[in-house]
């Protein structure tokens, strides 16, 4: 009578190919394939005790190694389905971040004084030419520039502090 390494050798030997071709066809992946067939030959070495004899040992690990595939492609599923969901999550994130910066920025802008709050609607927010602002509010273009600067700066400092 064989013993069990002789039993598993032959079975290697004869099979191996069949069984690496079974789980490609299923995983497509020839690095998960053979993980597969390693995987379906560990445990019908642990559960070879368990083997009735009724089917050839083959297709008895054949079928070990189909629903070890199964089960990759399941546990792939879902970590697919758990990638999307979390790329989903941070991209509605990064909106909602983006909303909130925006908000903030026009909240502060709308809480400064005027000339600040006017000079910087009219060019950044209207996009007029910084000549024709400066005319519009009765302002020389160098001292529109110092009012735009000086507005900035009371930007920074009040989202500084909010942030």
Known sequence: MK???????SLIASDL???????????KDSNEADDAVQDALVSAWKKFDQFDG????????????????????????RKSEKIRKFSAEMS?????????????MNEAVHELSDPWKVSLLM???RGMDIADAAAELGFTVEKFY????????LLREKLQVAI
């Open 92 to 104: 509605k994130k990064r909106t909602e971040t983006a909303d909130y910066r925006i908000d903030l």
């Open 123 to 125: 060019v950044f927010f």
């Open 17 to 27: 190919g069949m069984l690496r071709a079974g789980a490609y066809r299923v995983l």
């Open 3 to 9: 013993t069990k390494e002789e039993i598993f050798k």
């Open 146 to 153: 110092q009012i735009i600067h000086k507005a900035k700066q």
């Open 54 to 77: 009724k089917s050839k040992l083959s297709t008895w690990v054949f079928k070990i190694m189909m629903n070890i595939c199964f089960d990759r492609l399941r546990a792939a599923k």
